[in-house]
């Protein structure tokens, strides 16, 4: 019998499923003009971006963009690959998944920065907006309204290509990333994955709380 394999740490797993919680609740909030909750909850998630980047360079081994990000060949080649059902497994993000999370990392941090110098004329401002003169404000929030559609592009591929995955594939990663695991038949390079402990994860976590506290409130 073939057991299950861990292939995401309880970090990445938390900072994906707060996002989730995030964008969901940026939407409501601005749909019902609830400026202020708005802005805590951008606050919150720029903290979970912070601690992405880094974790994306000190985490586990899944969670690295070294581990996911590769040539754009490397990427075709593994959706044409994809598409006619023949592709290998990967225990984490595969290549073309791993362009998905860079763009959405993309998206999601032009969004916050141009946040926090937006503007609503009504008398709501993001921490920086003074910074900058009323025209480069106003720029900067029709920047912020425009780049949601690229997020929600990005949402709606990622949500395809994941239930592609789970209904066609039937690979199981919407309960990996609940679980942090994966039945072994799905990962071939599991020998090669190395998991940072949990109380890493804590110390980065309020580090990237302090980095939004200092620079941004």
Known sequence: MMTDKKVWDLGIRIFHWLL?????????????????AHAVVGYGISVLLVFRLIWGFLGSTTARFTHFVCSPIAAFCYL??????????????????????????????????????????????????????????????????LNFYLILAAIWLHLVAVFFYQLVKKEPLIQAMMLGTKPGKYVSDEQHLKFVSNRVAIVIWLFSVAVILVFVL
Not at 20 to 36: D, K, P, S
Request: with cysteine; aromatic share 16%; proline share 2%.
């Open 20 to 36: 989730v919680l995030g964008i969901t609740a940026a939407w409501f909030t601005i749909e019902y003009r609830w400026m202020q």
């Open 80 to 145: 044409k690959a994809s598409l006619q059902l023949k592709a290998a497994h990967y225990a984490g993000h595969n290549p073309a998944g791993g362009y998905m999370v860079v763009f959405m990392l993309c998206v999601l941090l032009v969004q916050v920065l141009s946040g926090f110098f937006a503007n609503n004329d009504l008398g709501f401002s993001g921490p920086f907006a003074d910074w900058v003169n009323k025209a480069q404000s106003d720029q900067l929030t029709q920047w912020h309204g």
